[in-house]
């Protein structure tokens, strides 16, 4: 099993996609949470950050904030996390929403909960804590956790490198859509793209994926199958108004 610290005293395994989402209660500048427990029925992106006031993570801040709805829509929840104080984090979502201006965002206000962890209790858990980046601050993780609590993917990105908020919305719709049409999405995929059906599971299957002419799938080879999906269809099964 891989693990976090290889010391005798301290050894705790790395949360791993398809494991369900540790559980810890927390305080946060949202009052208190008990994860996973109260966002059962809800995705939730559980991500760490460095460290409050530092200019990448400011950057990061505002962008999730300004998506927030967005990610609402798609029925997911957010929740931060770094190895800082409430009264720091506090001061520093005061200055990000009084002072701080970044591209054409200003007077952003962050209003997801955003979790004190100055004994690193939880970034331990979650796996947040690479020695070999920072010993002190949590690496730039991200967890997609979907409505059973169950890990669905993890990102992680060293200290120095701004994650693309672009990339973290199309992952999702991308594994929301993945679950409810029973289909994979091939690289770079977008909504309105084509889709991949499942590999065939039997012989009979592969010999029928390139014998029939079916006008839904279009196959190449008997293991390479795509399937239009419109962009609306994909939408309307993800979004909620
Ligand atoms: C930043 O968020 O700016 C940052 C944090 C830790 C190390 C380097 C940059």
Redesign the pocket.
Known sequence: METLFASKEQVIPMPRIGDIAPKFSAVTTQGEINFPMEYKGKWVILFS???DF?????T?FIRFASLEDTFAKANCKLVGLSIDGLYSHIAWLRAIKEKIKFKDYKNVEVKFPLIEDISMEIAKKYGMIQPGE?KT?AVRAVFFIDPSAIIRAIIYYP??L?RNFDEIYRALIAMQTADKFSVATPADWQPGDDVIVPPAGSCGTASERVETKNSDMECSDWFFCTQKLPKNKVLEAVLKE
């Open positions: 950050h460095p460290a530092t200019p990448v993570c400011t990061e920072s601050q200290l120095s701004g």
